[in-house]
């Protein structure tokens, strides 16, 4: 089924590790997003891609970084993982970067920094 | 800026009774919006969006959403509310792009809806 795929489905992480969250979507969409999902906030975007090679910052960037190589893949790094990092993580996808296209989202990865 | 909000945290429902799950939005220009449903442990799945023309816009598993531009409502709705409704359901906004670079989805805080059996 296509779609998009996120690993690891969760991870326990210590302070200060490094982490990449991976994210693959099949469906060859050009624009790419990486979100946080925390109690009572709502999802907030982190970083974006509009399309390959091209990446940008979105509301809560800090302490995050992406890389876009390639059209599918859509890696999020955290350099050296904190306490409030601790969170759900969806990547999502949408044709184009369009401000009427719907975007499609990931099965989530849960990260717990300790 | 614009902003999404859900007022309510929790909406509880009796099965086969209509359901409303509220949102009102506060954008700049055109506003677009969507609805997304979450059940535990699982991504966010697309229900419907509105982008223009009519107000009431159907959408998938039988829930529908009306616009109304005087009152920044876009309310999700549905006839008869089933116990497999049960979920988070997060209603998002967005404008025309702003040359800011983002197609960026503002996201309301979520509203969980039980169904009781």
């Known amino acids: 089924i296509a779609g998009i795929t996120q690993a690891p489905t969760s991870q326990i992480l210590a302070a200060g590790r490094r982490m990449t969250l991976r994210c693959t979507q099949d469906?060859?969409?050009?624009?790419m997003y990486w979100y946080r999902q925390d109690l009572g906030l709502g999802l907030r975007l982190i970083h974006y891609?509009?399309?390959?090679?091209?990446?940008g910052k979105g509301e809560v960037p800090d302490g995050y970084s992406v890389s876009r190589a390639n059209t599918d893949d859509f890696p999020l790094t955290l350099a050296s993982a904190v306490p409030s990092q601790t969170s759900v993580y969806f990547c999502?996808?949408?044709?184009?970067?369009?401000?009427?296209?719907?975007?499609?989202f990931g099965p989530g990865t849960r990260l717990t920094v300790l | 800026a614009q902003s999404v909000a859900q007022p309510e945290d929790q909406v509880n429902v009796a099965e086969g009774n209509p359901l409303t799950v509220k949102c009102t939005y506060s954008?700049?220009?055109?506003?677009?919006l969507f609805w997304y449903v979450q059940y535990p442990n699982r991504g966010l799945q697309f229900l419907l969006k509105?982008?223009?023309?009519?107000?009431l816009v159907k959408g998938s598993y039988g829930f529908e959403a009306e616009f109304n531009k005087s009152q920044t409502s876009f309310h999700l709705k549905k006839p008869s509310a089933l116990v497999s409704d049960s979920a988070l359901y997060f209603c998002?906004?967005?404008?025309?792009?702003?040359?800011?670079?983002?197609?960026?989805?503002?996201f309301g805080k979520g509203t969980k809806l039980s169904v009781i059996p």
């Open positions: 999502a996808s949408s044709p184009l970067a369009s401000s009427t296209d719907t975007q499609y």
């Open positions: 469906m060859r969409h050009n624009a």
């Open positions: 891609s509009n399309t390959a090679g091209t990446t």
């Open positions: 954008v700049s220009g055109n506003p677009y």
């Open positions: 509105y982008i223009t023309g009519d107000n």
């Open positions: 998002a906004g967005r404008t025309a792009y702003s040359g800011a670079g983002s197609y960026q989805l503002t």
